[in-house]
């Protein structure tokens, strides 16, 4: 074979091996993860503001969202927009919110996430409907969060994806979320 040929089978393999991992990053974006970045405090002291995570998107095709999942949803206020928040409350879930705290089916909800000496604001009582979420973000101040005690319930249709991982800033942040 002379130097020209091999050269041209060089740049073909070259060719398709770029190509493969282009389509394999279109389908792993597409179908199974995404990154995400953090804006605001709403999430705060769980997440802060430009945290980078991975969101996984299909678990909610093999599972049903769970109370403590934290979600990315499209916002309800503003479909340009995603929100970050934490579930509270799944389908048939009674949520209240009383003299400041959360309670679920009558029980209190325990959060280790939040800040404990901060009063969830905003008095409800709402029985979560069929395919539906209740949302709240982990900082609780006052206007710090635009979640379900503003927007309401929310489609399970509207999640876009779990976030399971913060892969930015390296540190003691990173790792798996809970």
Known sequence: MSKET????????????????????????????????????????????????????????????????????????????DYIKRIAGVEGDLVEIKNGHVYVNGELYEEDYIKQDIDTQGDISIQVPQGEIFVLGDNRELGASKDSRYFGTVKEEAVKGRAVFRYFPFGERFGVLH
Do not use: C
């Open 6 to 81: 091999n050269i041209k089978k060089e740049v073909m393999e070259w060719v398709k091996s770029i190509a493969l991992a282009v389509v394999i990053a279109f389908v792993i974006k597409m179908f199974l993860f995404d990154t995400t970045y953090v804006v605001g405090s709403s999430m705060f002291p769980t997440l802060h503001n430009k945290d980078r995570l991975f969101t996984n998107k299909i678990g909610y095709l093999l599972k049903t969202p769970q109370r403590g999942d934290i979600v990315v949803i499209e916002a309800p206020d503003d479909p340009d927009k």
